[in-house]
């Protein structure tokens, strides 16, 4: 075999594995029933994806631009991804947009259950300030 064709192969199976990972991450933020499982579909299967087309293409058009560039793209991924996610679901809990019952174990319950209790003790602090004299 030539190894352009052995190359050709690959970067056919890399995309349609990433392409297949991508749409898997697109049906599982659609069918999902909450935020937090719609997080997990939407990150570990999408960044997964995007590597293996971004291999993909290196393998095809293997240059140091291009691999630099992809590099760089993948670092930025990696880094911004778990991040963001994180951010979405502490404000989807804090908003109490979650499922509890789907919940396996909740170790932020008694931080919310304490935080509660402090908002109803002082009720002064929502209060608007008086106006300046």
Known sequence: MNSDLIRDLLTALLLVIGAALSVAAGVGILRFPDVLSRLHAGTKPQILGLTCILIAVVLQNFTWSAASS??????????????????????????????????????????????DEDDDDDPGDNAPAPPAA
Do not use: K
Request: net charge positive; no cysteine.
């Open 70 to 115: 992809v590099i760089v793209i993948l670092v930025i991924q990696y880094l911004t991804q778990p991040i963001s996610a994180h951010l979405v679901g502490r404000s989807a809990y804090r908003a109490d947009n979650v499922r509890r019952d789907l919940l396996i174990a909740d170790e932020l319950a008694s931080v919310r259950i304490a935080q």
